[in-house]
């Protein structure tokens, strides 16, 4: 049989608060919303016991720069000494009894017992003078941050509640600044229904007079919108123009959802200031609303959210699951709505945040049929809304990528064919499903190739005249499995086209590929790209209308035909975007060096001047 010791860790309460202070609270001034939240946590505790009672929370500053102290007063339950031996002396004691404290439903804001400590982080003693509202003696407290505590109990007899006397500590004093403290206990109190006073010398101000009426009812904002904007304006420190009211079925979750005034990035970081039983938590919560409402900034408040233990985010579970997807619902019925009612303002939004419209049309079918006619895309024409292009057309056609739109829009407008650019995101999938939201449209994707069927093909004579002239041209491009063909399209301008197949475009990333891959990954690449080689050839389309092709397929100029169409193969890669291989960038290098050799020769012969 082993023997077996069994040991009590020691924490170190030194590195608890640093651990506090630099990783688990973003900021020292959340000291003021947890201290704050024991207050209304012990005057909601009390409640439960005297449902009549009415609630308060006092804050008094005294004194004068360091030795400025900050006193935080509240009516509520108080505690005895077993609570204070219980909830103050053991980190991670909760004083909201029970497992039910960390994983469950509480009233409470508070549940995972630390955040007293968060004092430390401004102060190097905490001060607790307290009086159980079920009886017992008025007790003091003071805390260390070495780990130690003392208790004491005084003579005279408090009305019951606690008080917290915090004394500023060197580098702190910031905290202690009247206006910051007035700042700071609007932005965390500011829902909060029991009065917040604060109090400087004989100047005594209630910070949270204006608590909005229709917090419990958000529906009733559309009638405040002024206050509303007002109110957002204050919290959040930006000057709205637009919101939107949230509410769940259940009631449990509400808020505001402020239309943002600027566009903003897909990848745009959002966040969201969230209050849990009217107590701002998080003024960082990312994970509450859908990704594809990220063209709103939200004031939320709940009772029903689990927050982490720093408070500042909620746990990703079914419930908060459930609430984003109602939130999101809220979101998109009000936004459908407008389309109903107040169309100009939907227009708006729109073209401010289209691409979060967008998203929100791919995920939702019913969305995008009601608002497909608004959006809109870039195309042959321009950029133009679904409507305009509706009036006009019921065959439309798209790309799937940026690169194959770039290589048929000069054809395509030329030919006055209308052709919606699907390469930026959601564009494409958009295009695809519109005829599944308007049954009087059809849309297809169009590739190069299928705009090449519209060039207008040579006569059988100017097939013979050409043909020598063609296959020279074709054989030059062969090293770039690159096949010619001369036809005539518009614009004139244009003098070649090139466009890839699927098995040349992922040849050609293969190859690009293994030009910068270590010598084996290299020889993998270089055997798959074997397999390829028979079927992957690009076409490049040279436009015999072209002033420049035209002269070039004129007899006499076999000499520079080779050149040339090397050249143009390299334009028509450089107009589509194409990334250039190694030998395709030495080919642009040497025609250009061949093409100035040309220039200086014809000049030397015709007496040393160039024409």
């Known amino acids: 049989m082993t023997n077996k010791d069994t040991y009590r860790f020691q924490v170190n309460l030194s590195g608890m608060i640093n651990i506090l202070s630099n990783h688990l609270y973003s900021n020292p001034r959340v000291f003021l919303r947890e201290v704050m939240q024991n207050a209304v946590d012990a005057v909601t505790a009390r409640n439960q016991l005297e449902p009549e009672h009415q609630g308060q929370i006092h804050i008094e500053l005294t004194g004068e720069s360091v030795d400025r102290t900050l006193i935080i007063e509240d009516n509520g339950?108080?505690?005895?000494?077993?609570?204070i031996h219980e909830f103050l002396a053991q980190i991670g004691q909760s004083s909201k009894r029970g497992e039910a404290a960390f994983t469950g439903e509480t009233s409470f804001i508070g549940r995972f017992g630390i955040g007293l400590l968060s004092c430390f982080m401004v102060s190097n003693e905490i001060v607790m003078v307290t009086r159980s509202a079920k009886g017992g003696p008025t007790l003091e407290w003071r805390g260390q941050p070495d780990g130690t505590y003392s208790i004491r109990k005084l003579d005279s007899e408090l009305s019951p509640g606690t008080k917290v006397y915090l004394r500023c500590k060197p580098g702190s004093e910031m905290y202690f600044e009247p206006e910051y403290l007035a700042e700071g206990l609007y932005y965390y109190g500011a829902l909060l229904p029991y009065p917040i006073t604060l109090q400087d010398g004989t100047q005594s101000r209630i910070i949270n007079d204006n608590r909005p009426t229709w917090l419990h009812e958000p529906e009733l904002a559309r009638s405040h919108r002024e206050e509303v904007l007002a109110f957002g304006e204050r919290l959040m420190g930006e000057r709205f123009k637009d919101f939107i009211p949230l509410r769940t079925s259940s009631g449990r979750t509400g808020g505001i959802a402020f239309v943002l005034p600027h566009a903003v990035n897909l990848?745009?970081?959002?966040?969201?200031?969230?209050?849990?039983?009217?107590?701002?938590?998080?003024?960082?919560?990312?994970?509450?609303?859908?990704?594809?409402?990220?063209?709103?900034?939200?004031?939320?408040?709940?009772?029903?959210?689990?927050?982490?233990?720093?408070?500042?985010?909620?746990?990703?579970?079914?419930?908060?699951?459930?609430?984003?997807?109602?939130?999101?619902?809220?979101?998109?019925?009000?936004?459908?709505?407008?389309?109903?009612?107040?169309?100009?303002?939907?227009?708006?939004?729109?073209?401010?945040?289209v691409l979060s419209m967008k998203a929100l049309a791919t995920e939702d079918e019913q969305f995008y049929r009601i608002i497909h006619r608004w959006l809109p895309f870039e195309t042959t024409y321009g950029r133009r809304t679904l409507g305009e292009m509706l009036k006009e057309h019921d065959q439309l056609y798209f790309t799937l990528t940026l690169d194959e739109y770039r290589q048929i829009t000069h054809v395509a407008a030329a030919q006055t064919l209308l052709v919606v650019n699907g390469g930026y995101i959601y564009d494409a999938e958009l295009m695809a499903a519109l005829p599944l939201v308007n049954e009087q449209v059809n849309t297809e994707r169009l590739l190069p190739e299928d705009v090449s069927l519209s060039f207008t093909d040579l006569t059988p004579d100017e097939r013979r005249q050409y043909y020598e002239l063609t296959r020279t041209a074709d054989t030059a491009l062969q090293r770039f499995r690159c096949q010619i063909q001369l036809k005539r399209f518009k614009p004139s301008e244009l003098p070649a086209l090139f466009t890839l197949s699927k098995e040349s475009s992922e040849l050609r990333s293969l190859e690009a590929a293994k030009e910068v891959s270590?010598?084996?990954?290299?020889?993998?690449?270089?055997?798959?790209?074997?397999?390829?080689?028979?079927?992957?050839?690009?076409?490049?389309?040279?436009?015999?209308?072209?002033?420049v092709v035209n002269k070039i397929f004129m007899p006499g100029n076999q000499s520079m035909m080779v050149v040339a169409v090397e050249m143009l193969y390299v334009n028509a890669l450089m107009m589509g975007h194409y990334p250039m291989n190694r030998q395709e960038l030495a080919v642009l290098n040497q025609g250009i060096l061949r093409f100035l050799e040309l220039g200086l020769s014809a000049g030397g012969a015709q007496g040393g001047e160039l024409q």
């Open 77 to 83: 339950i108080g505690l005895t000494e077993e609570d």
């Open 267 to 353: 990848n745009a970081k959002r966040s969201h200031q969230v209050y849990l039983k009217s107590m701002l938590v998080s003024d960082k919560a990312e994970n509450i609303l859908p990704d594809w409402a990220f063209f709103v900034k939200c004031l939320i408040w709940t009772d029903e959210l689990q927050p982490t233990a720093s408070r500042e985010h909620f746990y990703e579970d079914e419930k908060l699951e459930k609430v984003r997807g109602e939130l999101g619902d809220s979101i998109r019925s009000e936004l459908m709505r407008m389309a109903d009612y107040d169309p100009d303002r939907l227009q708006h939004i729109i073209q401010l945040h």
């Open 518 to 547: 270590t010598d084996a990954l290299s020889s993998i690449l270089g055997s798959l790209g074997s397999s390829m080689e028979q079927s992957a050839y690009s076409t490049l389309y040279l436009n015999l209308d072209n002033p």
